[in-house]
């Protein structure tokens, strides 16, 4: 628990209403791997944070920083090797169609450089998003906002939204999985048929690749391939936002690898620096270099040599510690264990490798969402040094989402707690 | 010089197009203060560079960056002493009417932001710029860009400009100092009526503080203030863009202090970090909360202990090496050697402290802007191992702006260089 004093100042020096995490705001001191210390001199397992992917405190990438920050940190309007190698190497993990990047300093900025993208290569200015999603806070990329009430009752006449594709809460009862593919690939010609109607020309969709915001639904089998093929007959362009979903956390470098679609623009961030500000977009070198000729973009801090570094020590942490391997084999122990419990709140369980969803009703008669009853279990956490998060439309959704070098050992800590936090938050029907 | 593989495996991996300094670009390998090395092995004196305020390779910041990467780097959302702390070193620095602050990546970023706050705090969209600006590569704030000819055509609905208030290309010939400031906010009031008679609610004016893009005018005395003026009388806010005036800069610590006008809401980036991506936007606690309130703006990289190790290892350097008093003796040094040079197409020598513009023509008579003399010079000045850069509405303006740790012996070397580069580059019209 933070004293008084700096809540007070933190208030008066950021505005008040600044989001905070707990109702009493941890005050954090240091972190080491997947731990995080506070003032207090408390130590919490840390299962919500994403950025710092390698570890709290990642020798090999402060290193790095320093390194280069010692020797050479300038624009990108002079060569420099370190960059170009680092571009070739991230590129070097993704599908063969992504040729060239473009770097930023956050995933706005990344989501900014993909509406562009998009919008000159196709001449378009309407974009289709999901009615559960949020892409980044600048005025362009918050009108796809649809995670909050923002955007809700006037949405912007060129972001149009189609309902989050899911087996959890489907569309319409009664139908077969294939059945409820068709019926939200039926949601997106419905939205693109709106622009054409409304003589707003048609630049494409963009989505997580994991809908992590959406609360990580099990999306319908073929949705996401049947959704690009439907924006590429259309003349759209389809942009997976990787910014969650990239860097192993699905078990995969990529999430767009967990179901197999084809995106084609992607947009990378968070943990792409281990907490130094750096994102990117890639997709072919013709449409990379479409948007510069155009836009002329340039970034003063972007596609750095520090940036470069950073990363570069980052994807070299991912490899030599085949974090892959293991954010695919922990998360799957993560998932048996969540399986196993039995709680009339716990409804369902989803999501890929380190990234998973527990979904918080008031029942399992009704399945009504219960975000209140969600933001007890975090607290119940919170209570027994764990730190997890709520996602999704309704944030009923308990978010597990450590940093990647989460292990086993790790995992079940996390088990043993969540199993006994929520025994003491009884599903609030049952409570009522 | 770049061998052609780099060369190609640059413009491969980020697309052709992107933007380089110089047909023949600069390999950098490393950086020391004000100096630049090559891979050829070349030294050049940095006279470009404003992000490393603080000397490329600056020891302190990068083992500032290494010692919080090693301890702590987290998001926003939980406590932290050092950003806390961080944030009232700065706002110690400012006006007393800048109570708050919020942080961002880029300077972009902090455009939005203050955008946002502007808009937000009036209850209107208008905002007026000038007709040679450029404030940041979103979509929102390129609406505001005039350097180019983009937005020239047809700008949008929401973005007005006026001329550039200047006294060396002013508006109307003949007029008194007085008159011209007087015409200037004329043009202004004309925006704001355009606006009322477009029913575009106002909500304020964004200039740079030394209008550094713009080509460093000298400002007529009085329009700053009397623009604060007549934009609050409007119901406007006034956002001074300090991305590149501030941080002693000019010789001040901000660049609203070389003419004694006060705006509302205040926007730092670039030497910030000396390279690491930070930016932010400093107004009164309410302005500040009220944004906090409505956006519920959250920035995942911002604020965090690592931006805050960075940005206040970049003040201990300015305050213990004295910089500001030191960027303004120097600049006084630069400035008295430029103005003692003669060349028929140096027409203009002004700006301030280590910011300086150079006018270049074609000749005394016409004062016809050179954009391409000024390309010949900077070319000329590579050839001697000084970078340098052009600015402007025309571009015309030759760009002196190093690193703040530039000293007499950096200037006086960089004034040989000039007077006998200049020799070398005889004025358009004389040669013709």
Chains 1, 2 share one sequence.
Not at 277 to 298: I, K, M, N
């Amino acid at each position: 628990m933070a004293p008084d004093g700096l809540r007070a100042r933190h208030d008066r020096i950021l505005g008040d209403a600044t989001p905070l995490f707990y109702d009493e705001p941890l005050e954090l001191t240091e972190g080491d791997g997947v731990w995080l210390h506070t003032a207090d001199g408390d130590r919490y397992l840390d299962v919500y944070n994403n950025v710092p992917c390698v570890g709290h405190g990642n020798t090999r990438v402060a290193e790095a920083m320093y390194q280069q920050a010692r020797t050479l940190n300038v624009h990108s309007r002079y060569l420099h090797q370190g960059v170009i190698e680092y571009g070739e190497r991230l590129l070097g993990l993704h599908h063969d169609q992504f040729e060239s990047v473009v770097f930023a300093c956050s995933g706005s900025e990344a989501i900014e450089i993909a509406l562009m993208m998009a919008r000159g290569a196709t001449g378009g200015r309407g974009i289709i998003g999901t009615d559960a999603t949020y892409h980044g806070n600048t005025e362009e990329v918050s009108k796809l906002t649809r995670l909050s009430s923002v955007n809700a009752s006037s949405p912007h006449p060129e972001f149009r939204s189609i309902p989050t594709p899911q087996l959890f809460r489907p569309l319409a009862p009664g139908l077969t999985d294939t059945e409820l593919t068709a019926l939200y690939l039926s949601e997106l010609e419905t939205q693109i048929a709106a622009f054409e109607a409304d003589g707003v020309g048609f630049a494409g969709m963009i989505a997580c690749s994991i809908m992590a915001n959406e609360g990580l639904p099990r999306i319908p089998a073929g949705f996401m391939e049947g959704a690009v093929e439907l924006v590429h007959e259309a003349g759209g362009l389809f942009i997976a936002d990787e910014v969650q979903a990239g860097f192993a956390r699905s078990g995969r470098w990529w999430g767009y690898q967990t179901s197999g679609f084809e995106p084609d623009i992607v947009a990378m961030g968070k943990p792409m620096g281990n907490g130094l500000p750096v994102s990117g977009v890639t997709a072919s070198h013709e449409l990379v270099s479409g948007f510069r000729r155009t836009r002329r973009y340039f970034n003063t801090y972007a596609g750095s040599p520090l940036q470069a570094a950073a990363g570069n020590a980052v994807l070299e942490e991912i490899e030599s510690g085949d974090l892959v391997s293991q954010v695919s084999r922990v998360g799957a122990h993560l998932r048996a264990g969540l399986d196993a419990l039995e709680h009339p709140a716990l409804a369902d369980v989803r999501g890929h490798g380190l990234f998973i969803g527990v979904e918080w009703v008031t029942d399992p008669d009704s399945n009504t969402p219960d975000p209140d009853g969600a933001a007890r279990v975090v607290e119940a956490m919170r209570q027994r040094g764990i730190l997890m998060g709520q996602a999704g439309q309704h944030r009923n959704v308990l978010k597990v989402r450590p940093p990647l070098v989460f292990n086993d050992e790790h995992a079940d800590l996390f088990l043993d707690a969540f199993s006994d936090a929520i025994d003491a938050v009884p599903a609030t029907s049952v409570r009522a």
